[in-house]
């Protein structure tokens, strides 16, 4: 993630294959929106393994590059998703781990300065990303709107099971579409709403029990073991799945789902190797 994030950075310094809002994909995959739900989800687990020194000097200093490399590649990327949910998830993890080291409030406030000075001399960007909570005039936030106002329609119609996995899209422009949406988007840009569209209270009941016992049970190790995995698990789930799922389809992304699914049952397993080597 590191190497494919700065690839985002070099392209977008050299204007090379960009988008029409001057956005950079990375040369990995290439996806624009599947570059920023990865940013999201992979910028706090290299927080964790660059704070926690139960973990090898080797890793931490690999954390330590796709951290900066990852940085790098969301000025590149241009996501305001990630810039926010990421700033949220840097301050919150980086104050947790200066309860043991005070000097990591210093990268806090380095990282805080650095984005103040580039807003200050860079307006362009302290525009864009007011733009998050522009709900009046920014096409990309007006069109999720639409969306979910066709969702909310889509579920009432259809609120037990749904109108059938994999039919959101030809269900939505044949009979949900609204005329002033006019970016003819593929899905809800929203994970419980895409579900819940899709298979009805069933289906959500099924996502959000399977969610809940995740979380509640990796904060639960956590709070009673401090090991990084648990944590990494947490974090890593609220990010990917709830954060920037508020705003994109992340549980429906082939590539970043799959890459998801690989972290988490890493994690799984070094948390199973830490617990049999604690016994």
Not at 57 to 67: E, M, Q
Not at 116 to 126: Q, T
Not at 219 to 243: H, M
Request: proline share 3%; no cysteine.
């Amino acid at each position: 993630m590191g190497i494919d994030a700065i690839s985002a950075f070099v392209q977008f310094l050299l204007k090379y294959n960009l988008s029409p809002e001057n956005r950079a994909g990375g040369v990995i995959n290439g996806s624009i929106m599947g570059l920023a739900m990865l940013l999201t989800f992979t910028f706090p687990l290299a927080l964790v393994a660059m704070f926690d020194k139960s973990f090898p000097k080797y890793v931490r200093l690999s954390a330590l590059f796709s951290t900066l490399g990852i940085l790098l590649g969301m000025w590149g990327n241009q996501s305001r998703g990630s810039w926010l949910f990421n700033g949220l998830n840097g301050a919150l993890i980086t104050l947790r781990y200066s309860m043991f080291n005070i000097r990591y409030i210093l990268v806090l406030l380095v990282a805080m300065i650095g984005i103040g000075l580039i807003f200050v001399n860079k307006p362009i960007y302290a525009e864009r990303f007011q733009s998050t909570f522009n709900t009046t005039t920014n096409g990309s936030n007006l069109g999720r709107i639409y969306v979910w106002e066709s969702d909310k329609q889509m579920i009432m119609d259809h609120p037990v099971i749904g109108v059938g996995p994999g039919l959101w899209q030809k269900t939505y422009r044949e009979h949900y579409k609204l005329k002033k949406e006019t970016q003819d988007l593929g899905h809800s840009h929203n994970n419980l709403l895409q579900i819940v569209s899709e298979s009805g209270i069933l289906g959500l009941i099924g996502f959000l029990g399977f969610s809940i016992f995740v979380i509640f049970k990796s904060l639960k190790n956590y709070i009673k073991t401090k090991n990084p995995y648990d944590l990494s698990i947490l974090v890593g789930f609220i990010s990917y799945l709830f954060l920037f799922g508020s705003i994109d389809y992340t549980w429906g992304n082939s590539s970043g789902i799959r890459i998801f699914w690989i972290v988490m049952g890493v994690m799984i397993q070094l948390k199973i190797d830490e617990n049999n080597r604690v016994v």
